[in-house]
């Protein structure tokens, strides 16, 4: 059974520093996703990503899969308030169930 | 695209009451998830649907949930009778085949008092 782990849970950032959010997966995946939720609303896909060494950006946010280790990360560069929110990985087999991490909510200190 | 579009947004009911939720996933998507986040459990899957046939629904609770899709524009969720530990947020998303993301729509918020 595919089980996902994040780490840390809650993460309190100021404004203008850089931080990794880590994401371990237990057995083999071909699909790893990070996804984003503001309070009280849905769940924004930002990343899909599918062999090892792949790496996407968009704007602060960076993610990076390495299957070997079964790691993903997503890095935030100079973190600005409104990336304030809950930051979710997950990881799936092929177009199969989405498996989650417990998500990390992530906090922007002006 | 109007993306995936769930009704009712909210929903509150007394306990013992059915509730039916209701999904309309985006136009040619195969697969169809049913979530529900709490904040002691997270997101869990309940059942998914390929191409209208439910594949896997080991997350289901118990006998007073099921779900249905009777076809590949609509699917349903019913608890009954509904208890208030079923209280929660009801995703419904869905995708198509490939190295595609998954589109989740908005949610029902059901509260069971």
């Known amino acids: 059974e595919l089980k996902v782990e994040q780490n840390p849970l809650f993460l309190s950032m100021q404004e203008g520093k850089n931080y990794t959010i880590y994401c371990n997966y237990s057995?083999?995946?071909?699909?790893l996703y990070w996804y984003r939720q503001d309070p009280g609303k849905s769940l924004e896909s930002l990343f899909v990503?599918?062999?090892?060494?792949a790496v996407k950006q968009e704007g602060r946010l960076m993610a990076s899969l390495d299957t070997k280790a079964r790691l993903s990360t997503l890095h935030i560069t100079a973190a600005v308030h409104d990336l304030s929110a809950t930051y979710f990985c997950a990881a799936s087999v092929g177009n199969e169930k989405l498996t989650f991490g417990t998500g990390t909510r992530l906090t922007i200190i002006p | 695209d109007a993306g995936v579009i769930q009704s009712p947004r909210h929903e509150v009911t007394e306990m013992g009451q059915e509730v039916t939720l209701r999904c309309k996933p985006i136009s040619g998507h195969n697969s169809l998830f049913w979530y529900r986040q709490t904040m002691m459990r997270g997101l869990e899957l309940l059942i998914y649907f390929n191409n209208n046939v439910p594949i896997d629904d080991s997350g289901m609770p118990e006998d007073r949930f099921s779900a249905k899709m009777p076809n590949a524009s609509f699917s349903t969720l019913k608890i009954q009778p509904s208890e208030p530990r079923d209280s929660a947020v009801y995703f419904c998303?869905?995708?198509?085949?490939?190295?595609?993301?998954?589109?989740f729509g908005s949610g029902t918020r059901l509260t069971v008092v």
């Open positions: 057995t083999t995946s071909d699909r």
């Open positions: 990503l599918l062999s090892n060494g």
């Open positions: 998303a869905s995708s198509l085949a490939g190295p595609y993301g998954y589109t």
